[in-house]
């Protein structure tokens, strides 16, 4: 008998089992469930056949800065059937219990990385665009009166301080301490910690940068520099180049000038997904800055979440959703662009049908948006 529903304890082992059909080994897996403080075992969701686990859903507690505010994030990862157990629909199923608790469980968003996005998009997942580059890059041309030099574990505390810093108003990044930076170089298997950094004084950074060997390419995991430092990131890339080696690199748009045109090689597709779980909980982060961009004056639109549209009012008393919708509402996969990039952003909405784009604009300027490759899940 099929039986839904979040895992415990004693599931893990099998979990770990099922997770091998996506053809990698069991080691590939186990940090992300040993290593991880993060994870308790509620946060697996399994399909059942009596005693076997068929089907696997994680969900990634996070909090993610959102356009000045801070959101209760739901990541979703580890998505796999079993192989003898495919084509009958497990996944949807799972998914659809996976829905229901997220949006009842004070997830305000939900993220996700996918090359099949047709399966999330049923339940109320939206593409997001997302620019990740190959480059090539030679260090020579990377020139910088910064001297960049190998970090060590003393310098852990430090980069942590300056990326709570720089990252303090970058939309789609994560807030993490030192447990978190830990359990991410067991998950991606970082071995030998390869941080590379520019020093301000004896205890504290200017800039760093991680890295990691991924095939034929150095990956840049995250880069820490403040909002607009070109020069800095630019040294930090060229620190971070390898002979015969490209770079896969993605910047917030602060500081995306580090990278020269002629540079790229490859840009790759996104395969972000995003929905919205909660517009009550996601107005309530983000309604200060609404608020502040509006002054004396009030301004009406409406969007769409994953249940459907919702009208967001913003007045001098506050962001507050309004039960009277005046405009159509702007449809799923711009409203969630719009949220994440703002309206002028090159990477938001395409606003020229809407007669409201005016009001859109003033509400949602652009944001220094980013996804570090290190926190996704």
């Known amino acids: 008998m099929l039986r839904f529903g979040p895992a415990a304890l004693g599931d893990i082992e099998a979990i770990l089992d ?17 290593k991880d ?11 059942r056949d009596n005693a076997e686990i068929l089907a696997h859903v994680r969900i990634y507690p996070r909090r993610m800065r959102l356009d000045g505010g801070v959101v209760r994030m739901a990541g979703i990862g580890n998505v796999v059937t079993a192989r003898h157990a495919r084509g009958r629909g497990l996944v949807r199923a799972l998914l659809e219990r996976v829905v229901e608790h997220v949006d009842t469980d004070d997830y305000a968003l939900s993220l996700l990385w996918t090359h099949v996005p047709g399966v999330y998009a049923t339940h109320g997942w939206r593409p997001l665009p997302q620019e990740s580059l190959i480059v090539q890059v030679d260090a020579a041309t990377h020139p910088g009166e910064e001297a960049v030099e190998p970090g060590t574990e003393h310098d852990v505390d430090a980069a942590l301080a ?7 108003h970058r939309t789609g990044t994560l807030l993490r301490g030192r447990d978190e930076w830990d359990t991410q170089r067991w998950r991606l298997d970082e071995g030998d910690l390869d941080l590379r950094v520019v020093r301000q004084t004896t205890d504290s950074l200017r800039g760093y940068v991680r890295t990691r060997i ?13 909002p607009g430092d070109v020069p800095l990131a630019r040294a930090l890339l060229g620190a971070s180049s390898r002979p ?5 690199v993605t910047l917030p748009p602060s500081l995306r000038a580090a990278v020269l045109d002629h540079e790229i090689v490859e840009q790759l ?3 972000l997904m995003v929905r919205v779980c909660s517009p009550e909980l996601l107005v309530h982060a983000i309604g200060g800055a609404l608020q502040e961009r509006v002054g004396a004056s009030a301004e ?3 969007l769409w979440g994953a249940s459907g549209p919702f009208t967001l009012t913003v007045d001098a008393s506050g962001a507050r959703l309004d039960s009277v919708s005046r405009t159509t509402p702007l449809d799923g996969a711009r409203s969630c662009s719009l949220l994440f990039y703002g ?7 395409n606003l020229e049908d809407r007669p409201d784009a005016a009001r859109l604009r003033r509400l949602f300027p652009p944001q220094d948006t980013v996804f570090w490759p290190v926190d996704r899940f």
Request: a negative charge; zero cysteines; aromatic letters at 10%.
């Open 18 to 34: 099922l997770l091998t059909h996506y053809d990698m080994p069991r080691a590939a897996f186990e940090p992300y469930y040993r």
């Open 37 to 47: 403080s993060s994870y308790r075992p509620e946060h697996s969701w399994i399909a």
């Open 162 to 168: 300056l990326q709570e810093i720089a990252d303090a």
């Open 214 to 226: 991924r095939g034929e390419d150095v990956q840049v995991l995250e880069l820490g520099a403040m």
């Open 244 to 248: 015969a080696r490209r770079l896969h």
């Open 269 to 271: 597709p996104s395969q």
């Open 300 to 302: 009406t639109v409406s």
């Open 343 to 349: 309206a002028a952003a090159p990477m938001g909405p």
